[in-house]
């Protein structure tokens, strides 16, 4: 079984400065993945990044990256010169690798943009 | 860019009717999903399919609920009798190929209001 642990529900930053969203997980498997998606207001689910277990480096997309720490089990997410569209639920989840490949969310965290 | 549509956007029914939820995954897609969030809450796996048949559910996908993949295009999810607790957001979504890092694409989802 997996479980994914995102423990602030809720974080603030001013617009362009950056933030980080904390993310656990358990899991006993040794190769997984590794995603946040973004849910804004309108409640879409959208795909912000993703990280393969076995690869040490860590992944960035644009503005956004993580620092994956596979000893830890830690997967935050660091976001750039905030921008009022990064507005949104965060949620953090991981995946087996598999066939089935399910996706097992955190509880997310609301973060806000101030202007 | 392809993407999954899932309508209605929004359904209303009293308890005990059935409901149909309906996706339309992207089309060189093979795996399928159902999951579910109730207001304020994480987003819960209910069910994947592959292959016209179910790959995996969870302890919600009980009885009353069941996928099918009618036409080729689209992807199903029945309530048989709805109850209050069914109330919730309901995500489709679709994978190219198995592989855990091949990541899963969101409709926007369906809000079903259960009275």
């Known amino acids: 079984a997996q479980t994914v642990t995102q423990s602030q529900p809720e974080m603030s930053v001013q617009e362009a400065e950056t933030v980080t969203l904390s993310c656990t997980y358990d899991?006993?498997?040794?190769?997984?993945?590794l995603f946040w998606y973004k849910q804004p207001p309108s409640r879409q689910m959208i795909l912000v990044i993703r990280?393969?277990?076995?690869?040490?480096q860590n992944a960035t997309e644009n503005r956004f990256s993580v620092n994956f720490q596979k000893a830890a089990k830690s997967f935050s997410l660091k976001i750039s010169d905030s921008q009022l569209g990064d507005t949104a639920m965060y949620f953090c989840?991981?995946?087996?690798?598999?066939?089935?490949?399910?996706?097992?969310f955190g509880k997310g965290i609301t973060l806000s943009v101030r202007p | 860019e392809p993407e999954v549509t899932q309508t209605p956007s929004h359904q209303v029914t009293q308890m005990g009717q059935e409901v149909i939820l309906r996706c339309v995954p992207i089309?060189?897609?093979?795996?399928f999903y159902w999951y579910r969030q109730i207001l304020g809450q994480k987003v819960e796996f209910l069910v994947s399919f592959y292959n016209n048949e179910i790959s995996e559910k969870s302890e919600i996908f009980d009885d009353q609920f069941s996928v099918e993949r009618p036409d080729g295009s689209n992807f199903t999810l029945k309530i048989r009798s709805t109850k209050l607790e069914d109330s919730a957001m309901y995500f489709c979504?679709?994978?190219?190929?198995?592989?855990?890092?091949?990541?899963?694409?969101f409709g926007d989802g369906t809000r079903l209001s259960i009275l």
């Open positions: 899991t006993s498997e040794s190769n997984y993945y």
């Open positions: 089309s060189n897609h093979l795996y």
């Open positions: 990280q393969e277990a076995y690869k040490q």
């Open positions: 979504a679709s994978r190219q190929w198995a592989g855990g890092d091949q990541p899963q694409h």
């Open positions: 989840a991981v995946s087996y690798t598999g066939a089935n490949s399910k996706l097992t």
